[in-house]
């Protein structure tokens, strides 16, 4: 050993080692395990570009794919009385729901927002996955009825993007109320002849299902969404049978009836500005997002038919 050995050779590798590469630069599938490139991933809308798994996708970078040029409004959330009950188990609720509002940049697990889609104007209000479960509290059914009269007041369709594990059980009965009074906004909703359209994303369950999320005029899901009410396993512990394969799934749900279609995200923007248009009694939209050209009758092609010469 000599001061090459202790000094100049590490010094030499320091200088020259390779940089780390950064953790949040790849993600991995979870369904075929591949890893994809966060930019790749991005811009396939967080869908896997080897097997087509639909993954967890924000409210904001929904809302950027599916209003025209990524712009859109909030719509303001009238905010409830925050931990009602006092409630805590291994940490206060109080302390859940700063960290999840840390983690995720939002008030709560709903973002409300308006906006045109194919120079259409809508409401939509997505769910946040990654906020506590997209659990349904107290803020949530306040979005929703903002959301409603929002939608009312502009005259214009309401779209809603379910993503929840059900009620939020910090918040006890309060958190189950949410269901009658998000009923009670879709109504106000018919009441005004207005569609609301529901999208089922991955996952969908619990009393989100039993309530706002499977009242839309039209039910459209994302391939493979798992969207039912109890789990599975409660469902064969309690039944004592084998449930089908594909059970609570999207494709299951759509063969026996349960909703409309199942569209995959890429294609989504397409179809919901087709159902809005057509619901709301206006002409399709037009390709590219061209005018639309100035319809030219019968007498117009005579007169310049007789103006050449």
């Given at each position: ?27 991995k ?15 396939n ?8 798994h ?13 209003f ?28 859940r ?40 509290s107290?803020?949530v ?10 939608a ?13 594990g ?28 207005l569609?609301y359209?529901?999208v ?39 039944i ?19 909703i409309?279609r ?31 050209p ?16």
């Amino acid at each position: 050993m000599n001061w090459i050995t202790n000094y100049v050779r590490p010094t030499i590798n320091s200088l020259f080692s390779r940089r780390e590469v950064p953790e949040n630069l790849w993600t991995k599938c979870d369904e075929c395990g591949t890893m994809l490139f966060h930019r790749e991933l991005s811009d396939n809308l967080n869908v896997c570009t080897n097997c087509n798994h639909h993954m967890q996708i924000s409210p904001r970078a929904r809302f950027a794919a599916l209003f025209d040029g990524g712009i859109f409004t909030e719509v303001k959330v009238p905010e409830p009385i925050v931990d009602p009950l006092q409630f805590r188990d291994q940490k206060k609720y109080t302390d859940r729901l700063k960290a999840s509002q840390k983690a995720t940049g939002e008030k709560d697990a709903m973002l409300v927002a308006r906006g045109e889609i194919g120079r259409t104007p809508i409401v939509a209000c997505a769910q946040d996955f990654s906020f506590m479960g997209g659990s349904m509290s107290m803020y949530v059914g306040n979005a929703i009825i903002a959301a409603a009269e929002a939608a009312i007041a502009a005259k214009c369709p309401m779209i809603l993007f379910s993503a929840a594990g059900g009620a939020r059980m910090q918040e006890g009965i309060l958190g189950l109320m949410q269901m009658p009074r998000s009923t009670i906004a879709v109504q106000m909703l018919r009441e005004a002849g207005l569609p609301y359209i529901v999208v089922l994303t991955h996952p969908t369950t619990g009393g989100v299902t039993a309530s706002y999320a499977m009242l839309g005029d039209v039910q459209i899901a994302e391939p493979n969404a798992l969207i039912g009410f109890a789990g599975a396993r409660v469902i064969e512990q309690t039944i004592r049978e084998k449930l089908p394969e594909g059970f609570q799934r999207a494709e299951y749900l759509l063969d026996h009836g349960m909703i409309d279609r199942v569209t995959p995200r890429g294609k989504l923007r397409d179809e919901l500005i087709s159902v809005v248009r057509m619901l709301m009694g206006l002409d399709m939209a037009v390709l590219a997002d061209l005018p639309a050209p100035t319809p030219v009758t019968a007498t117009d092609s005579a007169a310049k038919g007789a103006a050449k010469p």
